[in-house]
Nanobody, 120 residues
């Protein structure tokens, strides 16, 4: 089970850090990803990280502004979001699976989503 938190309302240019905590003992065996879905749009890939944190991936739209990290001892993955823009407004979901599934956008395990609203 994945539990996402950290969303909220922030002004453009501000920062937020999302967290996603997993239950169970197998967290470190999964790649972790963040996805988002804006109102009226399809869900899209934001970022992903390999099991041990050595590999990171970002959508072009967030590269240089967002940073993914994980703490396997805490079963938690983070998404640090800086220089936020109104177009970053969306529900953000964390997800887990083997790397190929996360990068394909089809992970098996999803969190419940946390809303990020960026005002202009």
């Amino acid at each position: 089970q994945l539990q996402a938190s950290g969303g909220g309302l922030v002004q453009a240019g501000g920062s937020l850090r999302l967290s996603c905590t997993a239950s169970g003992r197998t967290f470190s065996t999964y790649a972790m990803g963040w996805f988002r879905q804006a109102p009226g749009k399809e869900r899209e890939f934001v970022s992903a990280m390999g099991r041990l944190g050595g590999s990171t991936y970002y959508a072009d739209s967030v590269k240089g502004r967002f940073t993914i990290s994980r703490d396997n001892a805490k079963n938690t993955v983070y998404l640090q979001m800086n220089s936020l823009k109104p177009e970053d407004t969306a529900v953000y979901y964390c997800a887990a699976d083997i790397p190929v599934q996360v990068l394909a956008g089809t992970p098996r395990y999803w969190g419940q989503g946390t809303l990020v609203t960026v005002s202009s």
